[in-house]
T-cell receptor, first 113, second 114 residues
Framework: DAGITQSPRHKVTETGTPVTLRCHQTENHRYMYWYRQDPGHGLRLIHYSYGVKDTDKGEVSDGYSVSRSKTEDFLLTLESATSSQTSVYFC????????????FGSGTRLTVV | DQQVKQNSPSLSVQEGRISILNCDYTNSMFDYFLWYKKYPAEGPTFLISISSIKDKNEDGRFTVFLNKSAKHLSLHIVPSQPGDSAVYFCAASARIQGAQKLVFGQGTRLTINP
């Protein structure tokens, strides 16, 4: 299947703890993205990367940070998890062309208790 | 503010009939429009897209129509099949600092009834 994997698939964590989600691609695509999916909101962009060490904020970036030290890996960190960050998180990759959009990973379901 | 809107949270259609999913957008700078399909516990998968310079794109049972004057996008599925039951997201693409960024609607849950 598409060369993008997310880990872990499911995680339950406590409020106030740090959490890191990992996205790994084998497609050598330049662009990588983190989205969250919530009922009534669709998918909203958290952060994206346009190259190694090059990242920028999306529309819902507060409380999140990212890092990309290698082309294939894009990490999303919740510095101090809150209940409002309970969500399904999707990573996506793109060559940068508009017609075919992104390829998404299978998602990480995160529950903050 | 919501730049891309899907006003129908759900749609139920009989098998074999046409399914029409709608989407509205506000930003005239979007250059591509896309539809994604999502099954439970899976990531969204690309279905079909259209450039902003076109008004129709067809791929098998799926056709996307773009009405730029109305800032409206629709997806037609003919004939509808049980496997089409899923959540459908429309998305609009804008290029910012070289990166293609997709803005998604809220999604419409399509149920195909036998």
């Amino acid at each position: 299947d598409a060369g993008i994997t997310q880990s872990p698939r499911h995680k339950v964590t406590e409020t106030g703890t740090p959490v890191t989600l990992r996205c790994h691609q084998t497609e050598n695509h330049r662009y990588m993205y983190w989205y969250r999916q919530d009922p009534g909101h669709g998918l909203r962009l958290i952060h994206y990367s346009y190259g190694v060490k090059d990242t920028d904020k999306g529309e819902v970036s507060d409380g999140y940070s990212v890092s990309r030290s290698k082309t294939e890996d894009f990490l999303l960190t919740l510095e101090s998890a809150t209940s409002s960050q309970t969500s399904v998180y999707f990573c996506a990759i793109s060559k940068g062309t508009g017609l075919y959009g992104y390829t998404f990973g299978s998602g990480t379901r995160l529950t903050v208790v | 503010d919501q730049q891309v809107k899907q006003n129908s949270p759900s749609l139920s259609v009989q098998e074999g009939r046409i399914s029409i999913l709608n989407c509205d957008y506000t930003n005239s700078m979007f250059d591509y429009f896309l539809w994604y399909k999502k099954y439970p516990a899976e990531g969204p998968t690309f279905l079909i897209s259209i450039s902003s310079i076109k008004d129709k794109n067809e791929d098998g049972r799926f056709t996307v129509f773009l009405n730029k004057s109305a800032k409206h996008l629709s997806l037609h599925i003919v004939p509808s099949q049980p496997g089409d039951s899923a959540v459908y997201f429309c998305a609009a693409s804008a290029r910012i600092q070289g990166a293609q960024k997709l803005v998604f609607g809220q999604g419409t849950r399509l149920t195909i009834n036998p």
